[in-house]
């Protein structure tokens, strides 16, 4: 297999960082791997394949040479840069909401669309973090019998608004337990012991911007916009690893012990279902596997063709960073 100059833009951050150790868990074919941040960061140094890589300052003359790009550095970093890294050959694949609506960008999650990929036009958009994990879960379905209607309820971790969350939860936590009153930075009320039922920024419609892109990208990926979608995104007080509660109907009725073996034989899917001895998935657990996890299945009692779930995947590899590179890893 040939190998690719690599860039990783936003290399610091959390997202970043775990784009940098998941290129090398897998082995991914690097020639030159070249890391990327703001003013602030440059100088610091990451370790790949053991050893210490520079992080250089972003700028314009940053791609010369790169084959594919990672971007992982916020939307205006991306609406800045990325029309520029794609007019040099450089295949970009975008972490940040920047262009994931924009109808020449495909939005790719490889285990559900990745057929899509080959509609690039040097630009491809990875989704958001709740939307992967859902649409990954749910996809087995929608080719069995289809689905109707979603509603959704995410119960997602603070790493997904990025260091400084973590550090804030951390300090709270701290400073409650010490019977000490809780400083706020990052979110609008004290996330330690708490949650909030609000995440990104509310739209005229009631809804908040996190809600819609699950709402949006869902339909995209799926290629049907015809399935009703709700959603409620909340921060919870939890480090690692994105829950959801989702309720499906389907077009057609599937017993859930069918459903349950569907999932068994389903690349990056792993069941969790065994109530008996109080086995779930648990968001701790996203730290041990990178597959999607679903259980709590179970029929709604009142609509034949419902169906409950608990989703739970890592918001910073699958949701993010590994799903990037597995789209790389389509493109090679």
Known sequence: MSEFNVAVVGATGAVGREMVKILEERGFPIKDLVLLASKRSAGETIFYKKKELTVHELNDKSFEDIDIAL???????????????????????????????????PLIVPEVNSHDIKKHNGIIANPNCSTIQMVVALKPILDEVGINRIIVST?????????????????????????????????????????????????????????????????????????????????????????????IETQKYISINKLKNIYLKTKGIKLVDDIDNSKYPLAIMSETYDEVMVGRLRKDLTEPNGINMWIVANNLRKGAALNAVQIAELLV
């Open 155 to 247: 119960y997602q971790s603070v790493s997904g608004t990025g260091k400084d969350a973590i550090n804030e939860l951390t300090e709270q936590s701290s400073q409650i337990l010490n019977n000490k009153k809780p400083t706020r930075k990052v979110y609008p009320h004290q996330i330690a012991f708490n949650i909030l039922p609000h995440i990104d920024v509310f739209e005229d419609n009631g809804f908040t911007k996190e809600e819609m892109k699950l709402i949006h990208e869902t339909k995209k990926i799926f290629g049907n916009n015809k399935i009703k979608i709700t959603a409620t995104a909340a921060r919870v007080p939890v480090f690692y690893g994105h829950s959801e509660s989702v309720y």
């Open 71 to 105: 971007f992982s550095a916020g939307s205006a970093v991306s609406r800045k840069y990325i029309p520029i890294v794609a007019k040099n050959n450089t295949i970009v694949i975008d972490n940040s909401s920047a262009f994931r609506m924009n109808s020449h960008v």
